[in-house]
């Protein structure tokens, strides 16, 4: 059984993203310079990782999502 674990996201948008797991989740922003940050979840460490600009996914069904 897993006691800890990591994830890594990759994001469009940082700051949407950090705002909506630090602040609508009440998660810890434990790291954030912009390009990356690092949100800290009960067993679980969630990395956040910027998207180049030309790399964006087609995104029109999923507006709703951070």
Request: proline fraction near 5%; hydrophobic fraction near 45%.
């Given at each position: 059984?897993?006691?800890?674990?990591?994830?890594?996201?990759m994001?469009?948008?940082?700051?949407?993203?950090?705002?909506?797991?630090?602040?609508?989740?009440?998660l810890?922003?434990?790291?954030?310079?912009?390009?990356?940050?690092?949100?800290?979840?009960p067993?679980?460490?969630?990395?956040?990782?910027?998207?180049?600009?030309?790399k964006?996914?087609?995104?029109?069904?999923?507006?709703?999502?951070?």
């Open positions: 059984m897993f006691k800890s674990g990591n994830v890594t996201v994001v469009a948008n940082m700051k949407k993203v950090v705002k909506f797991y630090a602040e609508t989740l009440g810890e922003l434990q790291h954030g310079d912009g390009h990356f940050a690092q949100i800290a979840a067993g679980l460490t969630i990395g956040l990782l910027i998207l180049p600009e030309n964006v996914p087609f995104r029109k069904n999923l507006a709703a999502c951070p």
